[in-house]
DNA sequence: AAGTGGTCTAGACCACCTG
DNA sequence: AGGTGGTCTAGACCACTTT
């Protein structure tokens, strides 16, 4: 197959039918053949960008590109003068905290099954603190839902979402509900979920938390408060939960200067 | 001034000494002129990648990737065929965790100072855990500093951390050490820090560690045990810290797949 | 159809590191 | 000095959204 490509006349033969960018095609060689493949090992450079981009008949561009997603998957670290030095692979099992995804989604990566119990749904309208953290006027309608979640019977985590009318309607999001809300509104198209904010702080736990969660009165447990915000910037759910640390541990990467001089 | 620009032969007019990426410049003045200013408020739309690049003189290549860092920042979200839509500030002092800065620079963030007490050097070989942790051998030498920091004298935290003679000398840690290990080796030239893997877990403070921070038995604290990678891929240190969640909030964003297929 | 972002290229020059 | 990454450009075409 034959594709015109950009540049003033030039003609390049690819049979890439152009679904997944360049750039993830590359990043992926390059991780499966060179570093999962154990041809580079730690410690040990890539290939320079400039041979690499013969290699795979890519722009320097492109290729640098993939090397940097790899820099940001902790892969390799890529120094100036240098090279691009992998990097020792990561310790498994330990799921990072920084990516978006359900409990149930979080448990069955870890083959544990997380299921729900005592789920109580509930229409009301927004008070004030519910209104605050939605951007929604006080008396627009919500949908909250609590419930205990488990693993494998045993209580871990007590949660309370609290869902707007304009993120989803009520009627699919009870009918797609599966324990998890942010599956749902994953899965929804129409809904972009962009990210979540989270804020952690352990606390002991109170009487009736405590009581649901079948501990005693004031165990540590992880109370995680987060709304999840949409593409368009509109904040689609607020979510609070009370985890118990036996089952689920959390890791976060922390980098450097991110905020300030992003690349 | 004259610079020689790429492309077959075309030269044009550039004040700008090129000490800091033209990409992170047009950012912050994307940032400061248009977001910050009010000049485009949330929900609205950036002037399309073509009209940002022509008015800041650039190519669409750096305005776009200054626009997707303002993405990665969060302060817009970009929509194909719809353009980068201004997101709702976020709130303010709550710093990200995934910042990799010491508790010392987050609290002179937020206007407090947090200073150590009870500081305590050893000097020992490294028994069969820190040698796992640190990826070091047995009996290699270690150095250990444990303290207790606080905030107005108020005790917040308890750190023991725990540093490899091959990420910097002993020396040179103990002269330039102002409380935090971490800022020591953000500062020293030829220690390049990559990033933190810190694993989170809430915890009932154990008689020991209570009775330093002040506080009763089984208070709920944050556990947190870290290492810290150099660009090398060497663990440059291990820290575990306890800390009482009345002075620091931690918050972290969480994004969707991030993991496979990075943009 | 028009406009916006998404992807990619070839070439150029600069900054940094190492022998 | 020579190689490697760092940054930037102009142009081209594709995919998506809106009108």
Redesign the pocket.
């Known amino acids: 197959m034959t594709?015109?490509?950009?540049?003033?006349?030039?003609t390049?033969r690819?049979r890439?039918p152009?679904?997944?960018?360049?750039?993830?095609?590359?990043r992926d060689l390059i991780a499966n053949d060179l570093i999962f493949s154990g041809v580079v090992t730690a410690g040990d450079?890539?290939?320079?960008?400039?041979?690499?981009?013969e290699r795979?008949?890519?722009?320097?561009?492109?290729?640098?590109?993939s090397?940097?997603s790899l820099q940001d998957a902790g892969l390799v670290n890529?120094?100036?003068?240098?090279?691009?030095v992998v990097m020792p692979l990561r310790r498994a099992l330990t799921h990072g905290f920084d990516r978006l995804v359900s409990l149930e989604t979080f448990g069955r990566e870890a083959g544990k099954h997380v299921a729900s119990r005592e789920v109580r749904w509930e229409e009301r309208p927004a008070d004030a603190a519910v209104a605050e953290r939605l951007g929604i006027a006080i008396g627009d309608p919500v949908l909250m839902v609590e419930r205990l979640k488990t693993v494998d019977g045993t209580p871990v985590a007590w949660f309370v979402d609290t869902v707007a009318a304009s993120a989803i309607p009520f009627h699919i999001l009870r009918a797609e509900f599966q324990g998890a809300v942010l599956d749902v509104l994953l899965a929804h198209p129409g809904v972009d979920v962009a990210y979540e904010d989270a804020d952690l702080e352990p606390v002991n736990l109170d009487a009736d938390i405590a009581r649901r969660l079948g501990v005693r009165l004031g165990t540590a447990a992880l109370r995680v408060d987060a709304v999840t915000l949409s593409t368009d910037g509109v904040v689609l759910e607020w979510a609070q939960f009370w985890l118990l640390p036996e089952h689920f541990r959390f890791s976060v990467r922390r980098r450097p200067q991110v905020g300030r001089g992003t690349?």
Chains 1, 2 share one sequence.
Request: without cysteine; proline residues 10%.
């Open positions: 594709r015109r490509l950009p540049g003033p006349s030039h390049v690819l890439r152009p679904r997944t960018p360049l750039v993830d095609e590359i450079r890539l290939p320079s960008e400039k041979s690499l981009a795979y008949g890519a722009s320097r561009v492109t290729v640098r590109a090397v940097r890529v120094r100036n003068g240098v090279g691009a690349r």
